[in-house]
Structures are given as C-alpha cells and as structure tokens.
C-alpha cells in the first residue's frame, strides 16, 4: 500500500489531504477517514484494512501537488555515519553504535518545494535518506519487535550545511534549518517494501548522479536503529527516524562540490519514488553592516 498526502493547486496546508496511490489514480481517503496525512492517520490508530476498503473518489495524479506524507512528525530522529562506503569516503572508522541526532517539524518540506539556501552558508550538501515511519508506540523493544513498530518507508533528503556542521560542533543548525528535511513521495508499506537492506538509493544535482548505493551498506540496519531508538527515546506513531545516507555526497567529491540557487537536488529510492527540489538562494534580509551588529548584540547579551 502506498499513502500519500496531496492538495488540489495552492499552497495551503488546510488543503491537504490522504490519498492512496493505486493503479487507477489517487483514491481520495480524507472525506472517509476526516485525516489529512499519514502522519494524521497513525495518531488516530486506523487499521489498515480500513483504507483498502475506503475512498470511492478517484483523483488524476497529474491535477495535484505532491504533500509531504507526514506534514508535523513528533520526531525527526537520525542517524549519522551509518553507511560504510559514507565512512571509507572520509576516512573514518564506522561508530560502535548508532549516532543518533534530530531535525525539528520546522525541517519538513513538500516534494517539489524549493528548499532556501541560508546566507549563512557557502557549503549547503544533500544525503539521501530511506526514512523509517513508525506505526505504534514503542518502549525498550528488541531488535525482532522492531518489525512489528514499523509502518512503512519514505524517502527523506538530509539537507546539510557542511560548514556550519564544522563549526558549531554539533549539528542543529546544519541539519535541522527550515526545509531541510523534503520528503516523500509516499509512504511504503513494511509489507510491500520486502527488505529494507536491499534498496537502490541515488540521488543526483540537475541530472548529474552524486549517490548511487544501496541500504545493504548500512552500519546498522533499520531494526537494529529502531531498537536501540527506543531504548532511550518512547517511540510514538508517526515519527520518522531517517536510517542515514551513502557515499557521493557533494562534500567528500574530489574537489569538493556544494549547492547553490538554481540547483535542483533529487533523491530516490527503488520502490518508493523519487522528491525532487529546488535550491533557492535566500534574499539578503540586513545589510551586511546591520548583520554583524546584531550578532554583536547577541554575543554581548
Ligand atoms: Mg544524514
């Protein structure tokens, strides 16, 4: 089954809706079910044999706009250095166990939304990502009840800014920025996905391949994450944990490569589809005298 969230035209949120992707069209479930994404559904605890049975309205996918799946997770967990050809490419070793960190709500972005490169950064990157979506609250769990907390899989762009990752020494602002998590097309099913760690991930920069791996590189598979999230951290439904990207990303190229307004970043992943969105450059808000004047006042108070 592959859910999705749509508006028909415009850019208002309270337009969006839950669809279903089938072979017909999009099988409109708002109307039924009263939720308006993925995210929406898991809190209210829907079976899902209730969606194959609902939604009679079939909708032209060429009439909508794509919605991110889950427009307000309650938790954008990550992980860092989890594939091994991500860590041979900068020369270190893999971690002893998952290096988790977050991205905030504000990070979520539609795919197709122009994501703004901030004037705080020469070094903007993308990682592609395959996104865990989790189904049910979940507490201290095993590595084999992870499956059972596991709803379905999206595709998630890690948006980086690699120097200010350098830095601030950890990594809020470089990742968690406004917009800097697009994702989806749809949410996969677990059932209809098969095995996790066999999936082709690539993600290219105006057609131009940058990654082009598979989640079996991982350091950690997406049950091993899961449980050791939960060990620490209660789970709950719709929260998104972002299992880590693979080599080619713009910063370890020889030379080094980033981007900037007019870039179109693209991330997929086999059998989930592809987000593609654009780099904007941000318009200067101060002048360049006024800026550092208010990061003075800043650093003085
Ligand atoms: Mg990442």
């Known amino acids: ?7 028909r035209g415009g850019a208002d949120r309270a337009g969006t ?5 089938t072979d017909a069209g999009i099988r409109d479930l708002t109307e039924r079910l009263g939720v308006a994404d993925v995210g929406e559904l898991l809190s209210r605890g829907i079976p899902a044999d209730e969606l194959r049975t609902s939604g009679r309205e079939l909708v032209d996918p060429a009439s909508v706009t794509m919605r991110a799946p889950i427009s307000r997770p309650g938790k954008i967990i990550c992980v860092g250095l989890n594939y091994h050809d991500h860590c041979r490419e900068q020369h270190v070793e893999p971690p002893r166990y998952p290096m988790l960190f977050s991205k905030f709500a504000n990070a979520v972005a539609d795919p197709g939304a122009t994501v703004t490169r901030p004037r705080a950064t ?3 990157d993308l990682e592609c990502e395959l996104a865990v979506v989790i189904g049910r609250r979940a507490s201290r769990i095993t590595r084999e009840e992870a499956a059972s907390a596991i709803f379905g899989y999206t595709v998630l762009n890690d948006v980086t800014m690699r120097d200010l ?3 601030d020494r950890q990594w809020l602002r470089a990742k968690g920025s406004d917009r800097f998590a697009p994702m989806g097309p749809v949410v996969v099913t677990a059932d209809e996905i098969g095995d996790p ?6 993600s290219a920069v105006n057609g131009e391949t940058w990654q082009d791996s598979t989640s079996a590189e991982m350091v950690f598979d997406v049950a091993s994450i899961v449980a050791f999230a939960s060990r620490t951290i209660t789970l709950e439904p719709g929260d998104v944990i972002a299992t880590g990207t693979p080599a080619g990303v713009g910063h370890y190229q020889s030379p080094p490569r980033y981007l900037t307004g007019g870039d179109v970043m693209r991330c997929e992943i086999k059998g989930i589809g592809a987000i593609e969105n654009p ?21 003085a108070g």
């Open 122 to 124: 020469e070094k903007l």
């Open 279 to 299: 780099v904007v450059d941000d318009e200067p808000r101060l002048d360049d005298h006024e800026a550092a004047a208010g990061i003075g006042e800043l650093v």
């Open 197 to 202: 760690q066999a999936l082709r991930m690539r």
């Open 17 to 21: 809706r839950l669809g279903i992707r």
């Open 1 to 7: 089954m592959q859910l999705l969230a749509f508006s």
């Open 165 to 167: 990752q350098k830095e």
